[in-house]
């Protein structure tokens, strides 16, 4: 199947064949990595100004925290954070594109009615039956990541017979649903971390281009992620050069956009990949 190189975003065609960064902006309290650290609009509005000097290309907003184990939060909680998270970037910065991250399509609706204009939704449609009703109703980008359970219960879900093989099932099923239904701007994440082991989630990045057969891009976030940090006896904070490194590696077997927290330094890593793969043909 022919890799889409295009998603459509406002009517503006975003290419894809030189790989983007989407920048994550956290307004949970307890996220992995950065829950807490955006407290006021200042906070929010310092953080989006550094990512758009250094060049993002996609802001993904989200106010749910989806770490192992995170606390549930109330629909309308969510809700009234990501949409005075979106007023408030919009009326700085009116021209960059935002990504909702949600999995409920209430808030996914609210945010888009605010200005978002793409969905990232961890769960692609299980935790929320209306999702793809949605999608196909507001004709947006849908990012549809592969998870097992909820942030609450994926840890324990970890026992696959044959993994990659089952993640590619899992996908070909949504892509077909959603072609069904005529969206045609979907990516894929593998859901690094999600539902996956330690050693689940290196195999997973060692045979990702196994999943560009879906035909679609490949979304990938595996920006300080345990998968490093506990690889190297470290921490979230001092996992940026170990994030650099799966980043290029993601690069190297497909990826179309990189999910980050640190965005000049996945900018960089995006150009010396590209000069190498210049250089290679």
């Excluded at 021209?95 to 793409?118: L, N, P, Q, W, Y």
């Excluded at 849908?142 to 017979?161: S, W």
């Excluded at 989630?201 to 506990?230: T, Y």
Aim: net charge negative; aromatic share 6%; proline share 3%.
């Amino acid at each position: 199947m022919t890799e889409s190189k295009f998603i459509n975003i406002k009517g503006e065609l975003m290419a894809l064949s030189e790989p983007k960064v989407m920048g994550i902006i956290n307004l949970t309290a307890d996220s992995f990595y950065d829950g807490g650290k955006i407290k006021s609009d200042s906070d929010l509005l310092t953080k989006v100004e550094k990512m758009v000097n250094e060049g993002v290309n996609i802001l993904d907003v989200g106010a749910y925290s989806s770490r192992p184990g995170a606390t549930d939060i109330p629909m309308r909680e969510e809700w009234d954070a990501a949409v005075a998270g979106i007023d408030a970037i919009l009326k700085h910065f009116p021209e960059v594109i935002i990504s909702i991250d949600t999995f409920r399509a209430t808030v996914a609706k609210g945010a888009i009615e605010h200005g978002a204009c793409m969905v990232n939704d961890i769960s692609a449609g299980n935790l929320d039956v209306g999702m793809f009703d949605l999608i196909e109703e507001l004709n947006v980008p849908y990012v549809m990541m592969h998870m097992r359970g909820n942030p609450q219960t994926m840890a324990n879900l970890t026992d696959y017979d044959q993994m990659v093989s089952e993640i590619i099932d899992y996908f070909n099923a949504k892509v077909k649903e959603l072609r069904s239904r005529g969206v045609k701007d979907i990516l894929i994440d593998p859901g690094f971390g999600f539902a996956k082991t330690k050693e689940q989630n290196f195999e997973l990045l060692n045979k990702l281009e196994l999943l560009r057969i879906l035909g679609v891009p490949i979304l990938c976030g595996v920006s300080r992620k345990s998968m490093i940090f506990k690889e190297l006896e470290s921490s979230p904070d001092r996992a940026l050069n170990g994030t650099t490194a799966l980043n290029m590696a993601c690069l190297m077997n497909g990826a179309s956009v990189l999910r980050v927290h640190d965005v000049r330094e996945a900018k960089e890593t995006i150009k010396l990949y590209e000069a190498m793969t210049k250089n290679k043909k």
